[in-house]
């Protein structure tokens, strides 16, 4: 019941997202009828440090060699035209520019712009990044981890691995 008062709460708008969050994550750790299974004390921090170690660094190197901005302004595009495309590039594609465009007075040109470049580049890579990983004998892993490192959304990631023959 506890459950279901809190699902109809968050559902009706008068939670806000955060608070929303946090119930959540106390329903799961205190009530849940799985705890003892999924008690979030049983996960030691080295072993998700361990896990997530090796996509951290890798995009936390991605991110770094973003030259969005640099490229923006070599180019001579509007600020934040650049700065949404690099959004959009460096992660989520255009989940990631509409999440920044609706807190930052984006005009709709800007938008089109924005979201035009990072499609077209998605596009680009499903037929250019397969050719390129057969040309350089990528193995299944190597080319996974290229494709997941240089296209900025997953199911480009996909269609590009599936492209190459080493999809799922």
């Known amino acids: 019941m506890l459950f279901v008062r809190g699902v109809t709460s968050v559902i009706s708008g008068f939670v806000s997202p955060a608070l929303a969050l946090a119930l959540g994550i106390s329903f799961g750790m205190l009530v849940h009828p799985f705890q003892k299974v999924n008690h979030v004390w049983e996960v030691a921090a080295g072993e998700v440090l361990r896990a997530g170690r090796s996509g951290f660094v890798y995009t936390a190197l991605a991110i770094a060699m973003s030259l969005g901005f640099v ?3 070599v180019l001579k595009v509007q600020s934040k035209v650049a700065f949404l495309t690099t959004v959009g590039t460096t992660i989520c594609a255009g989940s990631a520019i509409a999440a ?5 007075d984006t005009s709709t040109d800007e938008l089109a712009m924005s979201l035009g470049t990072v499609f077209t ?4 890579a499903l037929l250019v990044f397969p050719a390129i990983g057969l040309a350089l ?3 299944q892993t190597q080319f ?7 296209i900025h959304d997953t199911s480009s990631v996909v269609g590009a691995a599936a492209n190459s023959g080493r999809g799922p």
């Open 144 to 150: 996974g981890l290229w494709a997941a490192l240089a």
């Open 100 to 104: 920044v465009a609706a807190v930052d």
């Open 71 to 73: 490229l923006g302004k």
């Open 137 to 139: 004998h990528l193995t």
């Open 121 to 124: 580049l998605k596009a680009v």
